[in-house]
């Protein structure tokens, strides 16, 4: 079955360094790709997503680009805030799969970002 | 707009209790859902539906009823609480022809003792 599979964390940084956050898949077909973060005490926010192979993903200064030779969706930011500071989920969307609309996330990676 | 609403936003259980978890969106999204998040685990799919009056099974369903009457609405129901299913649980709308993109919920903290 499909999987996502995220790097581990808690990731700390200081304010302005660079934050990389790793995420591979494994999925059959062409799957779209999603960052979700999640700030303290809430809801998945979409942050930035890409629907096919090379498209780059990009939001709030995030990006992302979807790599099928390598098959990974790596976040960037050239330079974090405190405000970044929230649990990240990398997850996709296979329209073969076994439940429509299903997201596959991977276990999320807690960022901390420290002034 | 409110989006997608969630409550209660906390809730405890005895075991074998049974409680409605509620949840509603006002964007006239076809397709909703709920997930469960555990620690390490990112969310699980435990049920779904594509309109009024279709729902499906997820790839945790075991405990957990649904049902669909409006569009607007998608109550989770448990009908004999276990300390398995304490979690935080989200609930999850999307428009069948977008890109895919699901609106969350503020999410339910639901302990089982």
């Not at chain 1, 629907?51 to 992302?64: I, R, V």
């Not at chain 2, 949840?23 to 999204?29: E, F, L």
């Amino acid at each position: 079955g499909d999987s996502v599979t995220q790097m581990e964390g808690p990731v700390t940084l200081s304010e302005e360094a660079f934050l990389t956050i790793n995420c591979t898949y494994t999925a059959t077909g062409y799957p779209s790709l999603f960052w979700y973060v999640q700030y303290p005490g809430e809801g998945l926010q979409l942050l930035l997503k890409a629907t096919k192979a090379d498209d780059k993903g990009s939001n709030k200064g995030f990006e992302a680009t979807y790599r099928k030779e390598t098959t990974s969706f790596h976040l960037e930011k050239g330079s974090v805030q405190v405000s970044d500071s929230a649990v990240y989920f990398c997850a996709l969307f296979n329209a073969g799969g076994t439940s429509y609309g299903k997201l596959t996330f991977g276990q999320g990676t807690i960022l901390t970002v420290h002034p | 707009n409110a989006g997608v609403t969630q409550t209660p936003k906390f809730q405890v259980l005895k075991t074998g209790q049974s409680m409605t978890l509620q949840c509603a969106q006002d964007m006239n999204h076809e397709y909703m859902s709920w997930y469960r998040q555990d620690p390490g685990m990112g969310l699980r799919l435990i049920h779904y539906s594509v309109g009024a009056g279709i729902t499906d099974q997820g790839e945790v369903p075991n405990g957990y009823n649904v049902s669909r009457s409006t569009t607007e609405d998608f109550p989770l129901r448990l009908l004999s609480a276990a300390p398995s299913q304490t979690s935080v649980y989200f609930c999850a709308s999307m428009r069948l022809s977008s890109s895919y993109e699901q609106y969350f919920g503020p999410g339910t903290r639901l302990t089982v003792t």
